[in-house]
């Protein structure tokens, strides 16, 4: 694993076509130029930590999703509470990374999309950045 930068844009795009069917390209360098940290696992997925939590986590496979959010949650600041959001049904990967964190699930509404956006997993958004 590895931090990365503006120079692994075309990287995240790819993870970004065969997990959600569209890339995030501009999403991810408004992010870095925000100062958001990109986490990289080569050929394999990527994460964006920023202020208190994941604003972004999309992976070819389960394991690196998981790699990603552990090292997301390693370094996010925990003084005002770390958080993870956007966790579905198809994110089950997901809950004993969060619950091992020592983080709480609480249930919220509902994710809406349309047309066709991909598996959608491995893969947590942000509000802003479905």
């Given at each position: 694993m590895r931090e990365g930068d503006e120079s692994?844009?075309?990287?995240?795009?790819?993870?970004?076509r065969a997990v959600r069917?569209?890339?995030?390209?501009?999403?991810?360098a408004a992010m870095?130029?925000?100062?958001?940290?990109?986490f990289l696992i080569p050929d394999r997925g990527y994460?964006?930590?920023?202020?208190?939590?994941?604003n972004l986590l999309a992976?070819?496979?389960?394991?690196?999703?998981r790699d990603l959010l552990l090292a997301v949650l390693a370094?996010?600041?925990s003084e005002e509470g770390v958080h993870v959001e956007w966790i579905t049904a198809a994110q089950q990967w997901?809950?004993?990374?969060?619950?091992?964190?020592?983080?709480?699930?609480?249930?919220?509404?509902a994710v809406f999309v349309?047309?066709?956006?991909?598996?959608?997993?491995?893969?947590?958004?942000s509000g802003a950045y479905l």
């Open positions: 692994d844009i075309p990287f995240t795009d790819a993870v970004d069917g569209a890339a995030h390209g501009s999403d991810i870095l130029r925000a100062h958001r940290r990109l994460a964006v930590l920023g202020g208190n939590g994941v992976a070819l496979d389960e394991e690196a999703a370094e996010a600041p997901a809950v004993p990374v969060v619950l091992e964190a020592g983080l709480s699930l609480k249930p919220g509404g349309r047309g066709d956006v991909g598996p959608f997993a491995p893969y947590l958004p």
